[in-house]
């Protein structure tokens, strides 16, 4: 079976997802008729709303712009209740000034700065002014109050030795709503879900086995992030153990609810309702 015929499957490749797929076994999936396709979110996002894509896991905003195409993957997805260590505000001022001031925010994901967003008007009632930069923290604060960073960038500039204060967003989230907070789903194109079910139900099986064997041997995730990414072994333990890849009420009620704040907010046409392959 040759490449284009194969049921293509999109990876995030940040190191936040890597348990869904590091224990996925590339000849299964090819006896299967499927491949993994490793792309940063924005172009997993693009693939799988042109079709390039049968499924992917993709940012939790990209999902609800278009979510009438798509079926969600149960019980799998890139979720925090509380802290996540890897979406962070950096403040020169302090938060009572930063929520009048002026925000960078990076152009690398829109589920971040959206959450950024809801946080600021929605639970300070601030109205800041947001400038959108490449992910470089000094050039960030050059020009801004406050810098959003996520994912690597976020990671290495809070291993930094600076007085900044450090605000992550996923601990932010959870003191206001009491809920946790999914920043990436699994999403499944509708009309590869009705011509292939039986295939994305058994990659849906492989990325399930892939966080379960993730969350009982965590070291050869630990590894590569060091020898990657650099950092410290515990450092990455207390990573990959503090985020959560389930997708069950918990999960869906946080996922909802920042929904609703960014429809109220403007930022989606309407909020979407959950709809899940079966």
């Known amino acids: 079976m040759t490449n284009d015929n194969m049921l293509a499957v999109g990876r995030i490749d940040y190191a936040n997802a890597w348990p ?12 299967l008729g499927a491949r993994v396709v490793a792309k940063i979110p924005a172009k997993l996002n693009q693939g799988l709303l ?3 894509l049968a499924m992917s896991a993709v940012s939790s905003f990209a999902y609800a712009r278009h979510a009438e195409q798509y079926l969600l993957l149960p019980d799998v997805s890139v979720s925090s209740i509380g802290s996540v260590h890897s979406i962070l505000l950096f403040l020169k001022k302090p938060l009572d000034q930063v929520r009048e001031g002026v925000i960078a925010v990076t152009n690398a994901s829109a589920t971040s700065v959206n959450l950024l ?13 947001y400038e959108t930069m490449e992910p470089n923290l000094d050039n960030m604060l050059e020009h801004a109050d406050a810098a959003l960073l996520i994912g690597d960038p976020a990671i290495h500039a809070s291993w930094r030795g600076t007085d900044l204060q450090v605000i992550d967003l996923g601990k932010m989230w959870h ?13 499944v194109r509708k009309e590869a879900a009705e011509h292939c079910h039986d295939t994305i139900a058994a990659v849906h099986q492989l990325m399930m086995a892939s966080k379960r064997n993730s969350l009982l041997n965590p070291e050869p995730l630990v590894q590569q ?18 985020l959560k890849y389930d997708f069950g009420e918990r999960q ?19 909020e979407p309702e959950l709809e899940f392959f079966k």
């Open 20 to 31: 869904l797929f590091h224990y996925v076994n590339e000849t299964a999936m090819a006896e």
């Open 50 to 52: 042109n079709g390039e």
């Open 117 to 129: 967003k809801v946080l600021m008007s929605i639970h300070l009632e601030g109205e800041p002014t």
């Open 175 to 187: 003191d206001f709503t009491g809920l946790g907070m999914t920043y990436a789903v699994v999403a």
């Open 225 to 242: 992030a060091c020898e990657e990414l650099g950092g410290e072994p515990d450092y990455w333990r207390m990573y990959f153990r503090t």
């Open 252 to 270: 869906q009620a946080g996922l909802r609810l920042y929904l609703k704040y960014a429809a109220q907010l403007g930022l989606l046409e309407r």
